[in-house]
């Protein structure tokens, strides 16, 4: 087990290392005098050459390169161009609105997708798995922005339950951008429950359960859906990137002060550091819930424990 | 022997892929859902092509005075902030999501295949190196690639197109490794290397048409998430600029006004829903016509 561990551990060192260059490379390749983007025309010869020299714009690439990296190990992420605080306690301050959003955008599609799903397989060819398929498709199909738009429109603006925008304490600020970042979520778990369940229904594990006389409900839920959720989980894991991403425009049409939209408006305004910034931080928290999704891999999963001990 | 053998492949693989593919087109057509996809595709690309003769406006020409009225016999779908016609905007708005979506599927499409294949063909390092690449590429969100590439490029429709091709990439390159090699120790390919063709002439002649189906299908999927993509990247101010009659920056530029006139943003909204839901019908479609094991 510990050597599964280790080497997915491992794993995350060159992402990271990637996701680092990703974002060294964002200013360097730019075209045109970063400095001068950053700070716009009116900016004095000597603004901008302070602002060179802080970010050591005036050295060799490979320098500047090497400073990042260890500035970055450090956890020094640079001064925002904007409001000349360091950018990891602007990113940092701004983390739990995101990682709320994003966990309870999880919770909400699991907890409708999953069951979506199940009904959906259990009852394959009826009106519901129809419907159910339908919401499926109608989910990845919309774009988060306008769903977003749309039930501000409606709960908001028109019938007036819940709050239009913003993030001032109480749950029902978070329903509707839980429901917009989460609904692509749920439309792929509902499709993947239903595709993976399907499959193993027809496994003779199932006849067997069945054969021995077990009611239907166990035989879904203690026998079937157990082994179906581990398809569920690997798309859970692996739509995590998307969904941060999406964590970005979200933000924007609700006004969640986040780090996505902190970027959207760091980008808007040239403050580049924010931008690399915000992009390791993203890309951490990719890595990070990829490398949880793989070891409760090896949680749910006895084959791939057994795998390592017998590697060993 | 040897001119035989490579004279012979290409007929003897030609037989059965034609049938192949009139196979897998019945099953497509067997398909509600793809017809449906097919059906709207073919009307949405039929209104980008005909865009002038579709358009009931000039999709630019402001008219202050008729702003942000609702849907009329002389404004079928309304009118935006700026009094243009919302119809004859969404009609050319078409063209620019199409584009979107074929130019970012084609540079993802050339870019990552030849990776891939050039990856599985030669495997060793070469292999191993393009791979690793993929792999860390594949870890970053692709989203966020996009967003990183366009704040380098700069705002606008060209970049975001390079952007979001650029973005899907490693996904093409794993697909297509995945392909070519299994068609890679092949007879066929075998005979025709030893036959001494080139590598260019084995890799394009032989490998590439018997890889295709995962491409078309992948193809066709992603474009629905180019356009849903670059929508997003609008949407943020990252993509298409005023006047430009995207879909995305339509709803963009607009939402100010949502609570006066809705349609401003419903219908720019409905429009990518539409396409994105019939591209995916047809992709669905295509995955389970070309590969019957799925049935």
């Not at chain 1, 009904?119 to 769903?147: C, E, K, N, Y």
């Not at chain 1, 778990?189 to 239907?216: C, F, W």
């Not at chain 2, 409905?270 to 479609?285: F, Q, R, S």
Request: glycine content about 8%; some cysteine.
């Amino acid at each position: 087990m510990w050597r599964y561990v280790t080497t997915r551990l491992l794993a995350v060192i060159p992402v990271m290392f990637g996701v680092a260059v990703l974002a060294f490379l964002m200013l360097v390749l730019t075209p045109g005098d970063p400095a001068l983007l950053m700070l716009g025309e009116r900016a004095t010869e000597e603004q901008l050459q302070t602002l060179r020299q802080e970010m050591g714009l005036d050295k060799p690439a490979y320098v500047q390169f090497a400073r990042f990296m260890a500035n970055l190990v450090r956890g020094d992420l640079g001064r925002s161009i904007r409001s000349s605080r360091p950018v990891a306690e602007e990113l940092l301050a701004r983390l739990p609105a995101t990682v709320e959003l994003a966990v309870a955008a999880v919770v909400l599609s699991v907890l409708l997708g999953i069951p979506l799903g199940v009904i959906s397989a259990v009852r394959r060819g009826s009106l519901a798995d129809h419907l159910a398929m339908l919401f499926a498709l109608g989910g990845v199909a919309m774009p988060a922005f306008w769903q977003g738009l749309m039930l501000m429109l409606i709960f908001a603006v028109y019938l007036g339950w819940l709050p239009p925008s913003g993030r001032m304490g109480g749950l029902e600020y978070l329903v509707l951008p839980a429901i917009t970042l989460g609904t692509r979520e749920s439309a792929l778990i509902a499709r993947m429950t239903r595709s993976s369940l399907l499959e193993v229904i027809r496994q003779d594990y199932i006849r067997t359960a069945r054969a021995k006389g077990l009611s239907e409900r166990v035989v879904i839920f203690r026998h079937a859906l157990r082994n179906a959720l581990l398809s569920v989980v690997t798309v859970v894991g692996l739509n995590f990137g998307s969904l941060l991403a999406g964590v970005v425009v979200t933000e924007t049409v609700f006004s969640w002060p986040g780090i996505g939209r902190f970027m959207v408006d760091a980008i808007r305004a040239k403050d580049f550091p924010v931008v690399q910034g915000a992009v390791v931080m993203f890309g951490f928290l990719a890595a990070a819930v990829n490398l949880l999704v793989d070891l409760l891999y090896a949680v749910i999963d006895p084959r791939i424990r057994a795998q390592y001990v017998q590697g060993r | 022997m040897t001119p035989v053998a490579e004279v012979s492949l290409p007929t003897s693989q030609t037989a059965p892929s034609v049938s192949f593919g009139r196979q897998a087109l019945r099953r497509l057509l067997r398909n509600p859902g793809a017809c449906v996809g097919l059906v709207v595709l073919t009307i949405i690309a039929l209104a980008a092509i005909f865009a002038p003769y579709v358009a009931t406006h000039d999709p630019l020409e402001q008219r202050l005075p008729e702003r942000l009225q609702g849907p009329s016999p002389e404004h079928w779908l309304g009118t935006d902030d700026f009094g243009r016609d919302l119809f004859s905007r969404i009609v050319y708005g078409a063209r620019i999501s199409l584009r979107i979506g074929f130019t970012s599927v084609s540079i993802a499409l050339v870019v990552g295949g030849t990776m891939g294949l050039v990856a599985a063909y030669y495997g060793g390092w070469i292999d191993h190196l393009l791979m690793r690449i993929v792999d860390i590429l594949l870890a970053i969100p692709s989203i966020l690639l996009a967003i990183t590439i366009v704040t380098m490029l700069g705002p606008g429709l060209n970049n975001v197109m390079i952007a979001v091709g650029l973005a899907t990439v490693p996904s093409y390159a794993r697909i297509m490794r995945a392909a070519v090699l299994a068609v890679r120790e092949s007879d066929y390919v075998q005979a025709a290397i030893a036959a001494g063709a080139s590598d260019l002439r084995v890799m394009v002649r032989h490998i590439l048409p018997n890889c295709m189906a995962p491409i078309i299908v992948q193809a066709t999927l992603s474009l629905a998430t180019a356009i849903l993509t670059a929508a997003g990247l609008s949407f943020i101010g990252l993509g298409a600029q005023p006047p430009e009659p995207e879909w995305g920056a339509m709803a963009a530029q607009s939402r100010q006004y949502m609570r006066q006139a809705h349609h401003v943003v419903t219908f720019p909204g409905l429009a990518i829903a539409i396409t994105v839901l019939a591209l995916n019908l047809v992709g669905d479609g295509l995955r389970d016509a070309l590969d019957p094991r799925l049935n």
